[in-house]
């Protein structure tokens, strides 16, 4: 595994916009804080998590769009 601030430029580009370097942000913001509860994490966090249920959502919708619908 490479950092992704040591990764070439396109590389970087991709894993800008999948969901796992997002998670991984959220987990590290997370981690830093220490015994504050939810309200000591700042906004960033909230909005990779955004970030995430929204890729999550999609890809729900978009399995439940392509599924063949059966009438019995």
Do not use: H, K, N
Not at 10 to 32: E, F, H, K, N, Q
Request: no cysteine; aromatic share 6%; net charge neutral.
């Amino acid at each position: 595994f490479v950092a992704r601030d040591d990764m070439p430029r396109v590389l970087g580009a991709i894993s800008d916009v999948l969901p796992l370097s997002y998670a991984v942000d959220a987990m590290t913001a997370v981690s830093r804080t220490t015994g504050t509860g939810f309200g000591g994490v700042d906004a960033s966090v909230w909005s990779d998590l955004a970030v995430v249920v929204g890729f999550a959502l999609a890809g729900l919708a978009l399995g439940a769009a392509t599924l063949r619908r059966r009438t019995a």
